[in-house]
């Protein structure tokens, strides 16, 4: 995921929060969840930040005295399980996956909640306040009906987009949409040259564009307007506090440059030498490793506070266990917002259950792009988080991929895929 932003925009800091009492008890509550005002259906949250509301839907799933049993977090087509619920006094703690991070919500009225989005592991607090109404089932409430030129505001389109911070840095990105042209409603997502944000959905109606997502780690909001010559024009707003303009043009051709040319080996240098602590108390992890000897191996830089990383965890769990009896090994390397072994090593630890990792995991420092390129000093740089070097038979890196493009990305991803098993299979076969 990009990480060069403005302040604490988009830097993918997983932040904490000093809550109140009630709050404090809930997180850390192992009884029975008593919440069964957390009704079975459909609710609409809001994240209220920065003067602006971001919206999300959640699907709540009930059992034994209408209790809690698991949310899903939807956005477009993705929906993500959240089973970890506890309740103390009267407040209930959902557990935002595998992120150090929950929504802390209480009953606010007949079918309403109120509450907080809270981030456990920052240098300081992180509290957004939160609200949902059950029932509701649109993202964002129409403020224009939808005419035929709102149809064809958006349809199915590339665009090629700028964002600039607040410090007028800008950065290149391509925006792929798709809307309905039945109900307005529109999903997509942007790709930059480290990562994409993900799924994200809303409406496009009259000459107003709306996105948003919310994945437990982020929650963003783009909003945009139609100028008469096309061009969209808007807002990007990140959490609590980041925010971003952004413009955007249509064309099919946008594209950026090479993931697989972003990052590099140093000249003269051709293999990695690493040895980090393992996950597990006592054990190391090391490319020396006799397990590694005449295989190709996977090094994935990943975070357990990143959603791209998430993303190409998910791709890579099942995919080693379908091909590790080629010869094929997978090492992941932490880099956790904690420089606690203990700490990150947990963190690690749950991703490593939630995702069903079989391969290797060590703590290997912690989250910061230049700390991880000096923990790797063969490597030019280390420009975002996940970064995939894939090495060959002989232990000489092949290639390097800087990013990850999530399913959100629909073709992107598959060609991503496709591209990544054409390098195994060519490197297994040599």
């Not at 009267?90 to 989005?117: I, Q």
């Not at 964002?163 to 391509?174: L, W």
């Not at 190391?284 to 994935?300: I, M, R, T």
């Not at 390129?373 to 800087?402: E, Y």
Request: one cysteine or more; charged letters at 25%.
């Amino acid at each position: 995921m990009r990480q060069i932003v403005a302040g604490a925009s988009l830097a993918l800091v997983v932040a904490g929060c000093q809550s109140n009492p009630s709050e404090q008890q809930a997180a850390g509550a192992t009884s029975t969840p008593d919440a069964n005002y957390l009704q079975a259906g459909t609710w609409r949250g809001v994240l209220s930040t920065q003067g602006q509301e971001i919206p999300f839907l959640f699907d709540v799933e009930t059992g034994n005295n209408n209790q809690p049993v698991a949310v899903y977090l939807r956005n477009g087509a993705e929906k993500l399980k959240l089973d970890e619920i506890t309740a103390a006094g009267d407040s209930t703690t959902l557990k935002l996956g595998a992120f150090d991070a929950a929504l802390v919500v209480r009953k606010d009225g007949e079918n309403k909640l109120k509450g907080a989005w809270v981030k456990y592991d920052a240098k300081g607090p992180y509290r957004v306040p939160f609200s949902a109404t059950h029932g509701q089932q649109e993202l964002f409430p129409l403020q224009a009906k939808p005419t035929s030129d709102a149809k064809e505001m958006i349809t199915e389109s590339t665009y090629r987009v700028e964002f600039k911070d607040e410090e007028g840095k800008t950065y290149p990105a391509v925006g792929i949409f798709k809307q309905s042209s039945e109900t307005g409603e529109l999903t997509g997502t942007f790709l930059t040259t480290t990562g994409d944000y993900r799924y994200l959905a809303g409406q496009a109606a009259g000459n107003l564009l709306r996105l948003s997502t919310f994945d437990g780690s982020h929650g963003f909001l783009f909003t945009a307007t139609k100028g008469p010559n096309g061009t969209l024009k808007g807002d990007f707003y990140s959490g609590k506090s980041g925010h971003e303009t952004w413009t955007a043009v249509e064309d099919p051709k946008a594209k950026l440059p090479d993931a697989n040319s972003l990052t590099f080996m140093k000249p003269g240098e051709k293999k990695l030498a690493f040895k980090f602590p393992s996950v597990f108390e006592g054990g190391a992890v090391s490319l020396s490793d006799p397990k590694y000897k005449g295989k190709v191996v996977v090094v994935q830089l990943l975070g357990s506070w990143c959603p791209n990383c998430m993303d190409e965890t998910n791709f890579l769990a099942p995919w080693y266990e379908k091909n590790k009896s080629r010869g094929v090994e997978i090492i992941g390397l932490g880099y956790e917002r904690s420089p606690e072994y203990a700490k990150a090593a947990e963190r690690l630890r749950k991703m490593k259950d939630r995702f069903g990792v079989g391969y290797d995991l060590a703590v290997a420092g912690v989250a910061d792009k230049d700390a991880a390129g000096k923990s790797l000093p063969q490597i030019s740089k280390v420009l975002a988080f996940p970064t995939t070097i894939i090495i060959d038979k002989k232990g000489d890196v092949r290639k390097i991929n800087t990013g990850f493009s999530g399913p959100g990305t629909g073709k992107y991803y598959d060609e991503l895929v496709a591209d990544f098993n054409q390098t195994i299979d060519k490197l297994v076969k040599e």
